[in-house]
């Protein structure tokens, strides 16, 4: 079976991003384990089942793109698929910083008797996701410009297609495998991720050509279901089980503490509504006399009231240009 017990059964490690180099430095490992991150993000939006394990696979694995280079990044990953759960958004920060929504997290209903009838320990989403589409990576480094990369969505798979991206896109040879497991309710009881990459000029291919194929399919999902069986959920235990000979080289970089984190605050919900043009805040005035911002990436709610809705839209007419 690939989810077991109750949330809470297992034991509870932090959360933390793993970077390390494997077979001589010649490709470079970083593992995931967000199982509390996802548990919040999920709890903050009510969501179970299928929606879960997209939302739980896209935020792993954009913790792992936010963690390739030196300097502190902000990696924006959406995966905007045409199925019945629409775009999938997820914040990531090297830092280990981490957040992100289901656009329609509802439109899945949970049926506990999907554990039982699937097929596979892993979960297959790509319906759910969609087929068609685009996965969009925007990497911001806090420079002038940002990067930006996408590719075409084939699967719905998010962690195969954010291996592809990886890939194709930014072009360095690349195995991601992210998996959240479930319990009978669908609620989330173990979130983690595992990427390997070539270094440059490293002749690492061959090791990742490797990796790929042993960790094809549900091997990883296995991996990580015997480990939350074993209350080993923790980055180096699931490297060395998941990897087997090739973790035999195993030298730890460095790691650090994931944790959910939403910067949004009612001055920024006020900068939002100070967007609008005077006009549409007065017609919202007289409409409505008040005003809620909703942030989409952690569910919370920001009322104005009529005065303070005067108050932003003097200050916008006042900072119109003229003309």
């Given at each position: 079976m690939w989810y077991r017990g109750r949330v809470g059964d297992e034991k509870k490690p932090g959360d933390q991003i793993l970077r390390s180099l494997i077979e001589d430095g010649r490709a470079r490992l970083v593992v995931t384990t967000a199982t509390q991150a996802v548990r919040e993000i999920c709890a903050r939006h009510d969501i179970t089942g299928t929606s879960v394990v997209a939302l739980g696979?896209?935020?792993?694995?954009?913790?792992?793109?936010?963690?390739?280079?030196?300097?502190?990044?902000?990696?924006?990953?959406?995966?905007?698929?045409?199925?019945?759960?629409?775009?999938?958004?997820?914040?990531?920060?090297?830092?280990?910083?981490?957040?992100?929504?289901?656009?329609?997290?509802?439109?899945?209903?949970?049926?506990?008797?999907?554990?039982?009838?699937?097929?596979?320990?892993?979960?297959?989403?790509?319906?759910?996701?969609?087929?068609?589409?685009?996965?969009?990576?925007?990497?911001?480094?806090?420079?002038?410009?940002?990067?930006?990369g996408q590719v075409a969505i084939s699967t719905g798979e998010i962690d195969d297609e954010v291996e592809r991206y990886l890939n194709t896109s930014e072009q360095v040879d690349s195995v991601v495998r992210c998996d959240t497991l479930l319990d009978s309710e669908g609620k989330v009881t173990a979130a983690a991720g595992l990427l390997v990459q070539t270094l440059p000029q490293a002749h690492g291919a061959a090791v990742v050509e490797f990796l790929r194929d042993s960790l094809r399919g549900p091997n990883f999902t296995d991996v990580l279901d015997q480990a939350l069986s074993q209350g080993k959920v923790e980055p180096v235990a699931l490297a060395r089980a998941a990897l087997?000979?090739?973790?035999?080289?195993?030298?730890?970089?460095?790691?650090?503490?994931?944790?959910?984190?939403?910067?949004?605050?009612?001055?920024?919900?006020?900068?939002?509504?100070?967007?609008?043009?005077?006009?549409?805040?007065?017609?919202?005035?007289?409409?409505?006399?008040e005003a809620q911002v909703s942030c989409n990436f952690c569910g919370g709610q920001y009322r104005f009231n009529e005065v303070e809705l005067e108050q932003i839209r003097r200050k916008r007419e006042k900072n119109r240009p003229a003309g």
């Open positions: 696979r896209s935020v792993l694995s954009g913790l792992l793109l936010a963690t390739l280079t030196k300097d502190e990044e902000q990696v924006t990953l959406q995966v905007l698929g045409n199925g019945p759960l629409g775009a999938v958004t997820v914040d990531a920060r090297s830092s280990g910083r981490v957040r992100g929504f289901v656009k329609y997290p509802k439109a899945l209903p949970w049926d506990p008797a999907t554990l039982a009838s699937a097929a596979s320990p892993r979960l297959s989403i790509g319906d759910a996701v969609g087929k068609q589409g685009v996965v969009s990576v925007t990497r911001d480094l806090g420079l002038a410009q940002n990067y930006s087997g000979d090739c973790a035999g080289s195993l030298r730890v970089l460095d790691e650090r503490p994931i944790h959910f984190f939403c910067p949004c605050s009612r001055e920024r919900a006020a900068a939002t509504l100070g967007m609008l043009e005077p006009e549409d805040l007065k017609e919202m005035i007289l409409e409505t006399n």
